[in-house]
């Protein structure tokens, strides 16, 4: 069963604070914060759960133009992010085409992970932090 997170601060006015869930919103490159909370049923009992996520965004660019020639731009990319009670993970598109999942592990333990994605024409690292509930 998939459960949404009761309160979620996307930390960039580019998203509004209610958005739809699945839309595609446009982030220039950058540092973000974002933070999220919820319950979840374990089975026995409902847990609580919060976590931050720091992301970077690069800007992947195009290519030189001369006098004669514009030069392509860069590729689009669409980044998810996947608000898990566990723990979020990282999904991509590249291109409207799927990515491979090819995502570099550089740190995981049970308060954090730290990725980055390996992917070509993709740039992006995320650190997702378990904390405590702000409320």
């Known amino acids: 069963q998939i459960v949404e997170p ?29 933070y999220y ?8 009992s409902w847990a609580n759960y919060a976590w931050e996520v720091t992301y970077e ?15 392509a731009n860069g590729p689009d990319n669409y980044f998810i992010l ?11 598109n590249y291109k409207s085409n799927e990515t491979n999942g090819a995502y570099e592990v ?10 980055r994605q390996k992917a070509d024409g993709i740039s992006m690292k995320v650190n997702y932090k378990k904390v405590e509930m702000r409320n």
């Open 57 to 71: 965004i690069y800007e992947v660019p195009g290519e030189r133009g001369d006098w004669y020639y514009h030069g």
């Open 82 to 92: 996947e608000c898990s009670p566990y723990g979020p993970y990282i999904g991509s």
């Open 6 to 34: 009761t309160y979620i601060d996307a930390g960039t006015h580019a998203i509004p604070p209610r958005f739809y869930w699945g839309d595609n919103y446009l982030i220039k490159p950058g540092f973000y914060n974002l």
């Open 37 to 44: 909370e919820g319950s979840v049923w374990t089975g026995q």
């Open 106 to 115: 550089l740190k995981e333990n049970d308060k954090e992970i730290v990725v």
